[in-house]
């Protein structure tokens, strides 16, 4: 098992929107485990709007997104999104309680098949992603450690 802290940048960047603390336009969601799946919670409100009463459906993308991407930490890994594939099954309304969970289906060297899912707290699903992560090339970790130093300790 992993030290919990790789799932939740805590590096002096924390810029990502769906994450990251220090931006003050973002979501600043934080995951944790539960079994061998990342879960976070979230309750949008009235400037996550998409259809009148409605979350925005990219800012769902976003946030399975962000949870599928995070299995990668689970094995001290970086990834990006080489492709992400959502399915809506149900308006999610603003004000309640939406839960996020992401899971790894195959991990290879050179990529990492995920699969998530958001579900309102009755249990109906909101949507379901399923996704394909690559890992960093070395020129990108390498920008990456130049600009923010701190993250070599997550490479």
Same mark, same amino acid.
């Given at each position: 098992?992993?030290?919990?802290?790789?799932?939740?940048?805590?590096? *002096? /960047?924390?810029?990502? /929107?769906?994450?990251? +603390?220090?931006?003050? !336009?973002? +979501?600043? !969601?934080?995951?944790? +485990?539960?079994?061998?799946?990342?879960?976070?919670?979230?309750?949008?409100?009235?400037?996550?709007?998409?259809?009148?009463? /409605?979350?925005?459906? &990219?800012?769902?993308?976003?946030? %399975?997104?962000?949870?599928?991407?995070? =299995?990668?930490? +689970?094995?001290?890994?970086? =990834? =990006?999104?080489? @492709?992400?594939?959502?399915?809506?099954?149900? &308006?999610?309304? !603003? &004000?309640?309680?939406?839960?996020? *969970?992401?899971?790894?289906?195959?991990?290879? @060297?050179?990529?990492?098949?995920?699969? &998530?899912?958001?579900?309102?707290?009755?249990?109906?699903?909101?949507?379901?992603?399923?996704?394909?992560?690559?890992? %960093?090339?070395?020129? !990108?970790?390498?920008?990456?450690?130049?600009?923010?130093?701190? /993250?070599?300790?997550? %490479?």
């Amino acid at each position: 098992m992993i030290d919990p802290s790789w799932l939740n940048d805590r590096s *002096e /960047f924390q810029q990502n /929107f769906v994450h990251g +603390l220090r931006n003050p !336009l973002g +979501l600043h !969601l934080q995951f944790e +485990l539960d079994g061998e799946r990342v879960v976070t919670t979230w309750t949008a409100d009235a400037p996550h709007v998409g259809f009148p009463g /409605f979350v925005h459906g &990219g800012l769902i993308a976003a946030v %399975l997104d962000d949870a599928m991407g995070r =299995v990668a930490a +689970l094995t001290h890994r970086f =990834v =990006v999104t080489g @492709r992400l594939e959502v399915r809506y099954r149900n &308006g999610a309304p !603003l &004000g309640v309680p939406l839960r996020f *969970e992401g899971w790894a289906t195959r991990m290879l @060297r050179r990529a990492m098949h995920a699969e &998530g899912r958001a579900l309102i707290a009755d249990g109906s699903e909101v949507a379901r992603a399923t996704g394909t992560y690559l890992p %960093l090339s070395r020129e !990108l970790e390498r920008r990456v450690v130049d600009a923010w130093p701190g /993250f070599a300790e997550y %490479l």
